[in-house]
Each structure stands twice: as C-alpha cells, then as structure tokens.
C-alpha cells in the first residue's frame, strides 16, 4: 500500500493531460476534476444510437484520475508497476499514451467485453450525492415531469426562425425610415412634420423597450432552466458509475442512462434556444439605441424651431417669386411629405390590427347602455328636458364617448390619424351642442366646424411651401373676417347679460380673433413659422375647447339623470346634490387642463414650460440640514388629499352599496367600513411620508420616544384608541342604538377612534370618550331587539271590582295600532295603595323612537276607558287636626261646614260644634 500511495503521489505530480471527447468531465466543487463517463460513451455499439458526446467539447481530462482506475484495477500488480514506474518512466508515458485511448474507446464486443473494457473511474463525489436505489424509480418520474414541464416552456424552432425574420425585418425598416428622418432634417421640417417624427419614434422607442423586457425575462427562465438541468447531471452521472457494474440490475442502468441522454438533449435545446434569444436582444438593443440617437436629433430639431420662431424664415407675399424653380420643386415637394404621412400611417395600422374592432365594440356597448338609459329615464319626471334632448341622440353619444375615451391613445398615433379621427369630434359637436346654444351663438359653432374641416385638409394636403403660405393667409383671412362679422357688438351684445358663461365665452373669441389677426400679420411680412403656430392654436385649440365642453356638458347630464334613477336610490339626498355637484366640478377642471395641454403643444412652448416648472419644483429650499422641493412638498399635500378623499369615497361605497347586499349582522358593515377608512389614511400618511424622503427604519428612535409619551401625556389618548377598536371589534354598541350611560339617554351617532357622539332626545350632541363606554356600565336598550317595554301605573278608588279593572286596561291596550301583539299586554294589580287599589298596564311597542308617544296615547285611552266606565280614579285625602285657632278663623272655618274633632274644645273657643 505504501508504494500505492507513493506512485499516486508521483503520478498527480507528474502526470500530464490528456484530452477527450466527453460530456461527463465536471469539475467537482471541492476543486478535483473526475472523469464521468456517461453511458451512452460506453454502450454505443450494442445500442447504435448516437451519444450525447457528439454535442461536447473536448475537455483537459488529469491523468492522475485515469492511473487512480488503473491503479483499482490491477492492486495485485501494484508493487510491480511502481518499479517500473520509476524504473522507465518514458517507457510508462508511452504505454499510457497507446493504452488510454484505446481503454476510452468503445468496441461492439459483447456485454461482458464492453464492461470490462468500460473504465471505471473512482467517484469523486461522496456516497451521500448518489442516489439510493430505492428512490431511483421517483426520482425518474420526478425528472421526467421536470423535462416536460421545460420542454412545454419552449419555443418551438419554426417560432424562433420567424422572431429572427421579423427582428432582421424591423431593423431594415429602422434603418430605411431612419434615412427619411435624417433626410427631413436635414431640410426645412414644419413643427407638424417634427411632431409626426417624434410620435413615430416615440412608439418605436416603447415597441423595442416592451420587446427587450421579455426577451430578459425569456434569457433568465432559459438561464434557469440550463442551471435546473446542470444541477440533476451529476447525481445521476455519480449514480451510474457507482451502480454500472452492479449484477442483476441492467434494467435500473439502462433506465439512468436514458434520464442522462434526456437531460443532455433538454440541455442543448434550452442552451440553443438562449443563444439565440441572446442575439436577438443584443439586435434589439442596438436599435433602440438607434432610435434613442435619432429623437434626440428630433428633439433639438424642435427646440431649433422654437427658438426661429421670432425670426424671418420666409420672403414678404408682396415680392416676387421664381416660377421656374417652383415648378421644378412642386413634384418633390408634394410627394415626400405625402409618401412619410402615408407610410407612416399604413405602419401604424399594420401593427394595431385589432385596434379597429376594439373601437367598435367599445362603441356598440356604448350604444347599447345609452339605448338602455335612456328607456329607463323615460317616464321619470325630474329629469331635465336637456337630459331627453340628449339622449334622444344615441348615435352621437355614444360617439362622444368612445372618443373621450380613447382621447390617450389617440396622442400617440401619426400625425394624420390622429387629425382624422378629431374630425370626428365634428358629429357630437353639431349633433348634441348646437341645439343646447343660444340662436344667436349656433351660427359661430357652425362656422368654427367649418374653419376646422378647412384647418385639417390643408395639413393633411401637404402643399409646396409657397403655395401652403397663401394657402394658409387666405384661410386666415376669411376665418378673421367670418368671426369678427358673427361678434359684432350690434349682433351679440344683448347676450352679455346673460350669464358668466356667456362673458367668458366672448372674452375667448376676442382672443382668437388676436391670434388670427397676428397670424395674417405674421404670415405677409414673413415669420412663416410663427403665423402657422398662432393660426392653429386659434382655430383648432377653439375647436379643442369646443369639444371638450360639449363633453363636459354632456356627461354632466348623464350623471345627473344617472343619480335620478332608481340604482342611485341608495344614496342620501345630500350625497346625491353633492356628487352631481363635485361631479360637474371635477370634469369641467379636466378639461380645462386638457385644453391648456392641446393649447401649449400648439404654441410649441410645453417642453419649455415642462422644464422651467419641473426646475422649479425640483429646487431644493430648506437650511442648516432641514431641506426640501417645492415638488415634493406639493407631493405629500397630493397624496394626503387624494388618500383622504379615496378614503372617503371607498368607505361610502362599502357603507352604501357593497355591505348592505351582504347578508352580514348589525353592526359588522359599519365595523368593516370604518376599518377600512383607517387603513386607507394609514397607508396615505405612509406613502406621503415615503414622497417626503422620509426613511420608516429610522422610526425606531421616534417609537421609543413614543413609548416614554404614552407613559405620561397620551396614556387618555391610547386608552380611549384601544377603546375605540374594542367597539368595533366586539360591537357592544352599534350606531343607532339608543344608550343609558350614567343617565345620558340618546341615540348613537359615531363611533369614532377617539370619541363617540350621543344624540339625545333634547337635541343635544355629546361627546363620550370610548373609555367610558367600555368601563362603565351601558344600558343597551337596541343591542339585539328594537322592542321594549312600556308600564302604565293606574290607581283606581276602593271598591271597585279588580277583575273588571284588569279586563278593561287589556283591552285598551290591544285596541291601539302601535301595540306589539306578537308579545300580549297585561295587566296587574300591586296591591292596595293609601287611597286606591293599584294597578300596572304592561305591552310592548315594536319602534324605540316611538314608544314614549305610544305611552302617552295609551294612558289618555285608559283613561277615557275608566271615566266611560264609571270607575273613579281618585285622589289622596288629608285629615286635618288644629289644635289651636284665632276666633275669627274658627267662625270660617265652621262657616265653611269644617268638621271640629272636639265640641268641649268648640265650646272652650266660644265655637258652636
């Protein structure tokens, strides 16, 4: 064993490598390398099928480990070999050298040749690693669900051919568009031509940016499957070497070998797939960092033509011009632009194929609800005759709709889709608002629909630039001269005493009529651009403001015949007018600041505007080491304000629609809603403080602050908190329970986290902190029953018969309507009282917040009952005994027929008895 040792020792020390075709060689984690032959390596001629090592590569194989099998082999010979190791170690280099390529190769013997001849390697790799042969059967069936479930997840090849084509495709319509753009800026672009360029590029951009997100997603499950698979090789490679020789087993090999091929080919198809996944996002990459290239070029483009906008860019109309030269440049002209727009649109289509149906059906559920509004507020009286004018009109409302609807997406299409799609904006705006507008003011919207249909045909016909120029002057002109006719303080005076909107409306004609006015200015002495920009921002961002109120007024009607109807019934009156209110207020502040968005974009001022602000906002204000933005501080009252109101809004809607159709028990959706409502600001409080840079990990100092405060100042505060959460949890009072606490009786209004409010039957609110509810004793008289007890005490004169008394109260008492009869009313008799027999009239009544009335109608009953019976309800009686008296008051006093107690005490007064 000694020279065992020593010849291994001098073997790893000197042994060079060799180089073989195998899969198998895995270098093991503790830093030795083993050969692990794989049985397809070894069965090849028996089974003829072709081995996993013909997709391998050569690996660096230690000789070291090739002598250790050797060495296993032939212990017998060990003390010879070693001599004549160190004896000719040339002469030992070269046997091994002849022999191990013939020992690795395998032969088409018979199964027992094979497996002596098979090299039986030493497992590196722990017993432990293997796996026992009575889990192999699971353990297969276990793998065999893993391969499926990786070949499931991939792509098949005609898939991956067809992601290569299209991807080979985009990048040459990158590149072909790519020119255009650079040819286009290259000359003089139009701000229209600019902004059609960057909405295109813009697509592109987020088209690519979607595309890169999967295919890092697909890289990383590829990536994990290839780790998966690597990670099942080597229990099943150590399992095999360990049980390959193993007799009576050959069925248990065969099946490890076939685990082995399946992982290696699962393996090769997910490292496949990954490469070419790979490729594909290094490909899409680069175009992404092509067309960032290319909107940055755009980009400065539009600020250059900004920044000429103040700048002569064109001759005076008045001067002459080359008629030969522009003959010559009216077919490029005309065509270019044309063939962009074109191609640009016809692209955009392409690639949203279904958008077209999406619209439609989006229209006809449209059509559908306001077909089923409006025969639903047919026969309701209180909705307004504007609200049937409209909705006799369902075509066009529910056109309204949709193009509100998808006014976002409409932002992001070339520039002419989206022009044709605004034109129809021109069917509601004439169908629904012209017969909701004053006579006089109809003939302006008409013609304003008019100057918008003629705005949109001369930017959609790209004309040569000359004749664009007069073009475009002539519109102008008749838009100047038609508007400035239809305001004339002759025709439209009357109607400024009309309303406020009526004033705000003449206010923004007058600035149009400016803009128009400086546009033809602009236009004749040469500021080609400018005239443009103030021309369009006057006639289509009148247009815009046009559309946008009819929107406002429409959908204000709709929500106010909305709430008439019976599935708004569940609201409050109050919350009713307040919604419609708040409702009316909330889109006519939406459109108002989509108006100012279109109008700046229009003027070619909203980057800039964009910047100064965010600039602004983003300036940090503070000192020592307290600092802040004016972004961030308006950040925090945001969120603040929209966390309360969404915590508003979400509790109504549980209170008010969700709970109640719960089959849950009294009190739970009050509990429910007013949890949700503290959650809610919670989370808001949270998120306002994460916008303000507030670090939560650094409360731990402030909580134990905290803790010292609850100690001392907020020990009532907490107390009446925890109080507040016992009510809600527990529920021993719920809202509208009527309360007896220390002798305050009042109806529960809220239950708040501090406090609760008691109304009493007086009127007054008071305020009970929620500690004294939980501590002190609480009479419920609504906890489980609305029913309670009302006692009538009745007093009826000494000789009356007690049985007819009885008879009699009963019967009154089951005679009133308010008297709860599922419980009878009875009657008792106390006992004999100084000067009657007592008696109790006992019913129930079925309301709390009415018993004390029915009382009072039931004591007046009884005694009408009594007095028509002739049983006397009587009185006390008082014996009077004076023992001294004046002369002149016991001469009254026997006047008045007062019976005196003695005649000697009479006759001692001088009084006659």
Request: proline share 5%; aromatic share 8%.
């Amino acid at each position: 064993m000694f020279f065992a040792k020593l010849l291994t020792c001098r073997l790893l020390s000197t042994g060079r490598q060799l180089s073989v075709s195998s899969d198998s060689v895995r270098q093991i984690p503790h830093g030795t390398t083993c050969l692990a032959c794989t049985p397809a390596d070894l069965d090849l001629g028996r089974r003829g099928y072709t081995p996993l090592t013909q997709h391998g590569s050569s690996h660096r194989i230690p000789r070291g480990a090739v002598l250790g099998e050797i060495l296993d082999r032939f212990a017998p010979c060990i003390v010879a070999v070693a001599l004549l190791f160190v004896s000719f170690p040339p002469l030992i280099r070269g046997i091994q050298a002849q022999t191990l390529p013939v020992r690795l190769t395998p032969s088409n013997n018979s199964k027992q040749s094979q497996e002596s001849e098979a090299p039986t390697v030493p497992p590196t790799r722990s017993v432990d690693q293997t796996i026992p042969l009575a889990q192999i059967a699971d353990r297969a069936e276990e793998l065999d669900h893993l391969l499926q479930e990786i070949s499931s997840q991939l792509i098949p090849k005609s898939e991956l051919q067809e992601s290569q084509t299209k991807a080979e495709e985009q990048a040459a319509e990158t590149r072909r568009r790519a020119l255009q753009t650079r040819d286009l800026l290259a000359g003089d672009p139009t701000s229209l031509d600019l902004e059609d360029e960057q909405r295109y590029w813009r697509s592109r951009s987020l088209e690519y940016a979607a595309e890169r997100k999967l295919l890092t997603l697909r890289a990383g499950k590829l990536e994990e499957q290839v780790q998966t698979l690597e990670a099942q090789q080597p229990e099943w490679v150590a399992t095999w070497i360990q049980i390959h020789k193993s007799p009576g087993i050959g069925a248990i090999v065969e099946r490890i070998k076939q685990q082995l091929d399946k992982i290696q080919a699962a393996k090769w198809q997910a490292q496949e797939q990954l490469n070419v996944v790979l490729t594909l996002q290094n490909r899409i990459s680069q175009q992404d960092q092509q067309i960032s290239d290319i909107l940055a070029r755009v980009r400065q483009a539009r600020e250059r033509e900004r920044g000429r906008l103040l700048q002569l860019d064109g001759r005076p109309l008045w001067e002459a011009r080359d008629s030969q030269a522009l003959e010559r440049n009216i077919g490029p002209s005309f065509h270019r632009p044309f063939d962009r727009s074109f191609t640009s649109a016809k692209e955009f289509l392409g690639a949203h194929k279904i958008v077209p149906f999406i619209l439609a059906t989006v229209y006809l559920l449209a059509l559908l609800g306001v077909f089923k509004l409006r025969r639903y507020v047919a026969s309701l009286p209180e909705v307004s005759a504007e609200a049937h004018q409209v909705l006799g009109r369902p075509f066009s409302v529910a056109l309204l709709v949709v193009l509100i609807g998808t006014g976002q997406y409409v932002a992001s299409t070339p520039i002419a889709i989206a022009f044709v799609f605004y034109l129809f904006y021109l069917v509601p705006l004439l169908r629904l608002l012209a017969p909701l507008t004053e006579s006089k003011l109809r003939i302006l919207l008409y013609v304003l629909a008019i100057l918008y249909a003629l705005s949109v045909a001369y930017l959609l016909i790209q004309l040569p630039p000359p004749f664009r120029r007069e073009l475009y002057a002539l519109l102008v002109l008749g838009a100047l001269v038609s508007f400035s006719w239809l305001v004339r303080p002759s025709r439209i005076g009357p109607l400024l005493s009309l309303n406020r909107k009526t004033r705000v409306l003449m206010v923004g004609i007058r600035a149009g009529l400016v803009l128009l006015a400086a546009s033809l200015v602009a236009n004749v002495v040469g500021f080609v651009s400018l005239a443009q920009v103030l021309g369009l921002s006057a006639s289509v961002g009148s247009f815009v403001a046009a559309s946008l109120y009819c929107g406002v007024r429409v959908l204000t009607l709709i929500l106010s015949t909305f709430l008439h109807t019976n599935w708004a019934h569940a609201l409050p009156k109050m919350r009713t007018d307040s919604i419609e209110r708040w409702g009316g207020r909330l889109l006519s502040l939406a459109a108002s600041l989509l108006w100012l968005n279109s109008t700046l974009r229009l003027l070619n001022i909203y980057e800039g505007l964009m910047g100064a602000l965010a600039d602004m906002f983003q300036r940090p204000i503070g000192f020592d080491l307290v600092h802040f933005t004016l972004g961030g501080a308006l950040s925090v009252v945001l969120i603040l304000l929209f966390g309360y109101s969404l915590a508003n809004a979400f509790t109504f809607f549980l209170r008010k629609v969700v709970l109640p159709r719960l089959p849950l028990n009294r009190g739970v959706p009050y509990a429910i809603s007013t949890i949700a409502y503290y959650v809610l600001l919670l989370l808001a409080a949270l998120a306002a403080l994460s916008a303000a840079g507030v670090e939560l990990n650094k409360f731990t100092v402030l909580t134990g602050a905290l803790g010292v405060g609850l100690g001392f100042g907020l020990q009532n505060i907490v107390n009446n908190f925890v109080s507040g959460l016992i009510l809600l949890f527990e529920r021993p009072i719920h809202v509208g329970d009527t309360v007896d606490v220390g002798g305050l009786v009042g109806m529960v209004r809220r239950i708040g986290a501090r406090s609760s409010t008691i109304l009493t039957f007086q009127g007054a609110e008071v305020i009970v902190p929620n500690s004294n509810l939980i501590s002190n004793q609480v009479i419920n008289w609504t906890l489980s029953s609305q029913w309670r007890r009302v006692d009538v005490p009745v007093g009826v004169a000494y000789g009356t018969d007690p049985e007819r008394v009885i008879k009699l109260l009963v019967g009154v008492a089951e005679s009133h309507p308010g008297v709860l009869l599922a419980r009878p009313p009875m009657a008792f008799f106390l006992g004999f009282g100084e000067s009657a027999l007592k008696f109790e009239l006992r019913f129930w009544s079925d309301r709390q917040d009415t018993w004390f009335q029915l009382q009072s109608d039931v004591t007046v009953a009884v005694a009408k009952a009594l007095r028509e019976a002739g049983i006397e309800i009587p009185f006390p009686q008082r014996d009077l005994h004076v023992r001294s008296i004046d002369a002149s008051a016991a001469e009254n006093v026997a006047s008045n027929g007062i019976r005196l107690t003695s005649s000697a005490d009479a006759t001692g007064r001088g009084i006659r008895a």
